[in-house]
C-alpha cells in the first residue's frame, strides 16, 4: 500500500507561481513512475506531468515551458513548480504513484488563478 498526501495548493493570481507537494508513504519501493494529474469542473481527469525514478519527465503541451517537475527519491517527494499560471489551469491537482502496476492517487488538492 502506498499513500499520497499533497500540499501547496491555493488562490494565486494570473501570472503567479505556486509549487505543489506530494509525500508518498508506506510501501514506497520501487514507485517507479510518480505524477500529477488535474480535473478542472465539468472536465476529465487530465496528465499534467509525470517523471520517473530516474528523472525523465513528460509533460502535458499546456504546461509545457511553465511548470516544471521534479523528484527526490530519498524523501519519497515530489514536486510541481508551477509558473505564469493561468485561470484555465484552475483545477484540482492529484498526485499519482505507479507501484508494482498499481495506480494510487493523492486526495488532491485546489489551484485555482483568479484575479
Known amino acids: 500500500q502506498v499513500q499520497l498526501v499533497e500540499s501547496g495548493g491555493g488562490l494565486v493570481q494570473p501570472g503567479g507561481s505556486l509549487r505543489l507537494s506530494c509525500a508518498a508513504s508506506g510501501s514506497t519501493d520501487s514507485i517507479h513512475v510518480m505524477g500529477w494529474y488535474r480535473q478542472a469542473p465539468g472536465k476529465q481527469r487530465e496528465l499534467v506531468a509525470v517523471i520517473s525514478n530516474i528523472g525523465d519527465s513528460n509533460y502535458a503541451d499546456s504546461v509545457k515551458g511553465r511548470f516544471t517537475i521534479s523528484r527526490d527519491n530519498a524523501k519519497n517527494t515530489v514536486y510541481l513548480q508551477m509558473n505564469s499560471l493561468k485561470p484555465e489551469d484552475t483545477a484540482v491537482y492529484y498526485c499519482?504513484?505507479?507501484?508494482?502496476?498499481?495506480?494510487?492517487w493523492g486526495k488532491g488538492t485546489l489551484v485555482t488563478v483568479s484575479s
Open positions: 499519482n504513484g505507479v507501484h508494482y502496476g498499481i495506480n494510487y
